[in-house]
């Protein structure tokens, strides 16, 4: 490793990010999120009236999330049928959000996110979560507040944020992050690997710091839109 | 150079103490703190803190008065849609004057499938069940014309302080023009490809200051 | 009856009696089924699991020809509980499976390299099914708990011209590590473990931790629709350990 990592950043620096909104015309809500190849595409419809009946929630709305990837977005071609991991992640990715959400405020109605990957280059999960909640915001679902989401891991004994995917596939362990920033509650945490109390925490803190830095960048995105000048 | 914009706050945005202030639209509480639930123009005043939304689904009201499309025929009334995630009911006694014998009756002569009325909100039951009516000075049937739809928020700006936007429109256009609250908007007219142009101008910059001599300016051309 | 159980949580107890940091009676069978090659049957007190473990012989994945195959699978049984039906495993299904997998090979309590009998041609792929046959909270708990036990008793067949031979064994499977997995829920701003069924309805986050004997942490899983505070983290990860030191005693 000798200091650097395989692409040359710096153990606490992740990949470049990059945003773009209202990418979907149809859609309520849109957005787009990058961490370097790894992009994410996510739609938000609703709320809209839930049917059959049955699915309907008296008291609040119902979440649903579909994450899926598209054949093309891997090394080997992923057939385009949700596998197990995909609908895992998609309940994961769900309750990552489910916590921000006022779902109290649309009873018996429902609100679709469909998220796809288009380019999977590790730690999609989170690039998910970050172009979902932007584009909740977009679609004017109340919120407690928007939702950022990291990847951290530690690779050759040592601790690094934004795992891409050659990272991912050898790291001792990896961590999936993500949290309502200006609450500082955290709605998602997976962690695999070997780790010591000391490194989970020290990871944990890394994660919180670089999840500020994404609430920045998601905040500065959403502003700009609204900024006009002729 | 950018204009004016009026400040935008984002979801869990601080706005304010509560200190005894109503917690208004699109805000919530929480230790004594509110904050913004939406994307939207801050409303603080002495006596409460709220946000108008820069997007989202009309919830109904009532007193609202709509725009709305029948889509289904029943035997005592029709279901419409009024560009809401909870659809509406309008029942035959709140639409029509005379009595009618619904077992002789086919009520579709009333109002049909796809027609559209302007109509008011009578009632939101807790559970989001919408009754409309039309018995309301300004209720009618919609014939001809088209219908555009915009964020309901931005309705307000649509219509302007004492409806001055929305007459701008109509004398600059000679349209005719129906603004439901559900952002639902009928027009009519021959030069209504205008002030659709001019509606949708509003609600793309309904957040900057100005924006009424520029919709000025651009039907004047 | 969600009030009430609130309203005794305030007070530092719960419906049936326990403390929120105490488990209900665990009760460990091992070797259930003569016809698997591991088993195991946990009680967590009404909560009832089973896990079976057999072995066939297969081809490694191209990435790791020296190791053996581990696959994880459950199923919640329509008798489990009235809200189970049968069909195809449903997202919660799926979860508990793969975080049971996590737990065991993250863990890395099996010597997969130990599994190979022909490098890139043949290994042992070790096939673990968790049934759960009755549903009475915290499956995750009991689930990685079975599946842990029918693998430290897994033997493994003799094999004879390639061929595995059912019935006779040479050995077991090589388990080095005891994991144990302790899930942790949060009601209000209680943290309790081994929340039975009623208070499952209530439960607002669940944070499952997989702990080693050496105390590193392996697998973490955060359910639920609720958020936590890195303060309840902190206090979640220590009562797990806490927790995990106990179970690992009966287990050993």
Same mark, same amino acid.
């Given at each position: 490793?000798?200091?650097? $990592?395989?692409?040359?950043?710096? %153990? ?13 015309? $149809? ?12 992009? &994410? ?5 609703? *709320?809209?009236?839930?049917? *059959? ?5 008296? =008291?609040?709305?119902?979440? $649903?999330? $579909?994450?899926?990837? %598209?054949?093309?977005?891997?090394? =080997? ?14 309940? +994961?990715?769900?309750?990552?959000? =489910? ?45 407690? @507040?928007?939702?950022? &989401? ?5 690779? @050759? ?16 362990? @990896?961590?999936?992050? &993500?949290?309502? *920033? ?11 690997? +070997?780790?010591?109390? =000391? ?21 500065? &995105? ?9 | ?91 035959? !006694? ?65 219509? !302007? ?61 | ?59 490694? #994945? ?13 199923? #919640? ?49 070790? #096939? ?101 505070? #890195? ?22």
């Amino acid at each position: 490793m000798n200091g650097k $990592r395989i692409d040359g950043r710096e %153990a606490n620096e992740m990949r470049k990010v990059e945003v773009k909104l209202d990418v979907i015309s $149809r859609a309520d809500g849109s957005a787009e999120f990058a961490f370097g190849k790894t992009r &994410a595409l996510a739609c938000v419809y609703g *709320p809209k009236a839930l049917y *059959p009946k049955h699915l309907q929630e008296y =008291e609040k709305g119902i979440l $649903r999330c $579909r994450y899926s990837m %598209a054949p093309y977005s891997v090394d =080997e071609r992923k057939p385009p049928a949700p596998d197990r991991r995909s609908i895992e992640l998609s309940k +994961v990715i769900r309750l990552a959000l =489910e916590p921000a959400i006022f779902l109290e405020d649309y009873p018996k109605t429902g609100i679709d996110v469909y998220i796809e990957i288009t380019e999977a280059d590790g730690s999609t999960r989170v690039t998910a979560i970050n172009a979902a909640s932007l584009a909740l915001a977009l679609a004017g679902i109340p919120m407690r @507040d928007l939702v950022c &989401a990291c990847s951290v891991g530690k690779i @050759d004994n040592t601790l690094v944020v934004d795992l891409n995917g050659k990272e991912d596939n050898f790291s001792e362990a @990896d961590v999936v992050f &993500a949290m309502m *920033p200006s609450k500082g509650k955290i709605t998602l945490l997976q962690m695999d690997g +070997v780790l010591t109390r =000391e490194e989970f925490n020290k990871l944990i803190e890394m994660a919180k710091q670089n999840c500020y830095k994404i609430y920045e960048i998601q905040k500065n &995105a959403l502003k700009e839109k609204y900024k006009v000048s002729e | 150079m950018s204009e004016k914009e009026r400040p935008i706050v984002l979801p869990g945005e601080f706005l304010g103490n509560k200190e005894g202030k109503k917690v208004g639209e699109n805000v919530y509480e929480e230790d004594g703190k509110i904050f913004s639930k939406v994307i939207g123009i801050p409303k603080i005043t002495e006596s409460e803190v709220s946000v108008i939304s820069l997007a989202g689904k009309y919830v109904p009201k009532v007193g609202d008065r709509v725009i709305g499309i029948i889509v289904d025929v029943e035997v005592s009334g029709w279901f419409v849609d009024i560009n809401s995630p909870y659809i509406a009911f309008l029942p035959l !006694g709140e639409a029509v004057e005379e009595f009618v014998d619904t077992s002789r009756v086919d009520i579709s002569k009333y109002y049909d499938v796809n027609e559209i009325i302007f109509c008011r909100i009578s009632k939101v039951t807790k559970n989001k069940i919408v009754q409309v009516t039309m018995h309301d000075l300004h209720a009618k049937k919609l014939v001809g014309g088209i219908i555009i739809k915009i964020t309901p928020s931005k309705v307000p700006r649509v219509i !302007g302080r004492g409806g001055s936007m929305i007459n701008l429109i109509k004398n600059k256009t000679g349209c005719e023009l129906i603004v439901g609250q559900n952002g639902v908007i009928w027009i009519k007219g021959k030069e209504k490809a205008k002030a659709i142009e001019a509606i949708l101008l509003i609600e793309k910059e309904s957040h900057i200051i100005g924006l009424t001599e520029k919709v000025e300016k651009m039907l004047s051309e | 009856m969600e009030s009430y159980i609130l309203e005794l949580l305030e007070k530092g107890k719960r419906i049936d009696g326990r403390k929120l940091d105490e488990f209900r009676r665990i009760e460990i069978k091992e070797n259930v089924v003569s016809k698997a090659e591991g088993s195991a049957s946990v009680k967590i007190g009404e909560t009832h699991v089973m896990a079976g473990v057999k072995l066939e012989l297969g081809a490694p #994945f191209p990435d790791s020809p020296n190791e053996g195959i581990l696959v994880v699978n459950a199923e #919640f049984t329509p008798l489990a509980s009235p809200e189970f039906e049968p069909g195809p495993p449903g997202e919660d299904e799926i979860e508990l499976a793969r975080v049971v997998d996590r737990g065991i090979r993250e863990s890395e309590c099996i010597e997969l390299e130990k599994l190979c009998i022909q490098p890139g041609e043949k290994v042992w792929c070790i #096939f673990v099914d968790i049934s759960v046959l009755n549903h009475h909270g915290n499956l995750l708990d009991a689930s990685a708990l079975a599946s842990f036990i029918a693998l430290k008793n897994t033997r493994i067949p003799k094999v004879e011209d390639g061929k595995m031979v059912r019935g006779e064994y040479q050995g077991i499977l090589p388990v080095v590590h005891t994991p144990i997995t302790v899930s942790v829920a949060k009601i209000g701003k209680n943290l309790l473990v081994d929340t039975n069924f009623e208070e499952e309805k209530i439960v607002e986050s669940k944070v499952c931790v997989t702990t080693r004997e050496d105390g590193k942490i392996c697998a973490v899983q955060k359910q639920g629709s609720g958020y936590i505070s #890195f303060e309840e983290l902190e206090e979640i990860l220590d009562l797990s350990f806490e927790k995990a030191k106990e179970i690992r005693k009966m287990v050993e």
